[in-house]
């Protein structure tokens, strides 16, 4: 049973534009999320986290936001370059287990110049 | 570069067959855990080590076990190896500070089964 869910595979975006990313998750006890970024051949990297007692959270070009009520996260990067090109995952943990993520299976993000 | 290492990269073996996957997580990092992704899948968690201790169980199969040793380093030991376990295994470390900590991961070990 997949409690984190990514449904778009692919997103191809113009240089210079915004990229969003979509996330769902079905754990209402979920109150820590991230976003990692995956390029071929090399671990995912962490990109950008929020807590639920946030709804937003911004870091340079990308910014995060959280509906808890919908069980909903995305991830804004403006503008996208061509480097932002990558695999994106989100991922998701509890207070139970808070080490214990769940991941989406991933969103692959094209950049085009 | 992450920090964290995993050796082998690729390892190509048969079915039935046992293999051990190393870790090595960033310096000072007290926390392991091991990840698979399977093709197209997203990383599934497996198992989670803090300071030698078993911390969390993800799904991982019976025929599968790890261990971190007193250097922190961690091993992932696969047995009865089947055509299905062929994936991506990662491995991650963090500071294991008590709260929400961000994982640092490895390039990751390929195992392919035939």
């Known amino acids: 049973d997949q409690q984190v869910k990514q449904n778009s595979p692919s997103l191809s975006v113009q240089e210079g534009r915004i990229s969003i990313l979509n996330c769902d998750y079905t754990?209402?006890?979920?109150?820590?999320f991230l976003w990692y970024k995956k390029y071929p051949a090399e671990g995912p990297t962490f990109l950008i986290s929020i807590s639920s007692i946030k709804d937003k959270n911004e870091d340079g070009r990308f910014t995060v936001f959280l509906n808890k009520s919908a069980k909903h996260l995305s991830l804004h990067i403006v503008p996208s370059q061509p480097g932002d090109s990558a695999v994106y995952f989100c991922?998701?943990?509890?207070?139970?287990?808070?080490?214990?993520?769940?991941f989406g299976s991933g969103t692959k993000l094209n950049v085009k110049p | 570069d992450s920090g964290v290492t995993q050796t082998p990269k690729h390892l190509i073996t048969a079915t039935g067959q046992r293999v051990t996957l190393r870790c090595s997580p960033r310096?000072?990092?007290?926390?392991v855990y091991w990840y698979q992704q399977s093709l197209d899948q997203g990383l599934q968690f497996l198992i989670h080590y803090y300071n030698g201790e078993e911390r969390a169980k993800g799904n991982i199969l019976e025929r599968f076990s790890a261990q971190q040793f007193p250097d922190l380093h961690s091993e992932l030991n696969l047995s009865s190896l089947e055509l299905g376990d062929s994936a991506l295994y990662f491995c991650?470390?963090?500071?294991?500070?008590?709260?929400?900590?961000?994982?640092?991961f490895g390039p990751g070990t390929r195992l392919t089964v035939l």
């Open positions: 991922a998701a943990s509890g207070a139970a287990d808070f080490n214990k993520f769940y």
């Open positions: 310096s000072g990092d007290l926390s």
């Open positions: 754990n209402s006890m979920f109150d820590y």
């Open positions: 991650a470390s963090s500071a294991g500070t008590g709260g929400p900590d961000t994982q640092y």
